[in-house]
Nanobody, 125 residues
Framework: VQLQESGPGLVKPSQTLSLTCTVS??????????WHWIRQPPGKGLEWMGA???????FYGPSLKSRISISSDTSKNQVTLRLSSVTPEDTAVYYC??????????????????WGQGTQVTVSS
């Protein structure tokens, strides 16, 4: 399975960040797969943001729950992240990852089976 993140590298404060993860070599509807968004702010550790599973069920981290939305497009085999009302504190490298169990922490990349290369997003006016 290969994952590729894409989206704008610069977002203005108060706007909505939108990123897409394109999945190849696998299907977003493959049974028992979870598709995650994880980020790493500069100088900080990994933060699990949320996930969507093969059936479309969504799981969000408590600190982002009011601003985050994750969806999947089965026709394009993509998973999309939307994060509203961004601030400079949302500046980070954003990763798409996949696992076959529901992991809701990101203490180490080894907890996940597949990772994208990551994409830098900067929030600045």
């Amino acid at each position: 399975v290969q994952l590729q993140e894409s989206g704008p590298g610069l977002v203005k404060p108060s706007q909505t960040l939108s990123l897409t993860c394109t999945v190849s070599g696998g299907s977003v509807t493959a049974a028992s797969y979870y598709w995650h968004w994880i980020r790493q702010p500069p100088g900080k550790g990994l933060e699990w943001m949320g996930a969507i599973d093969w059936s479309g069920s969504r799981f969000y981290g408590p600190s982002l729950k009011s601003r985050i939305s994750i969806s999947s497009d089965t026709s394009k085999n993509q998973v999309t992240l939307r994060l509203s009302s961004v601030t400079p504190e949302d500046t980070a490298v954003y990763y798409c990852a996949a696992s076959t169990t529901l992991v809701t922490v990101a203490t180490t990349k080894n907890l996940y089976d597949y990772w994208g290369q990551g994409t830098q997003v900067t929030v600045s006016s």
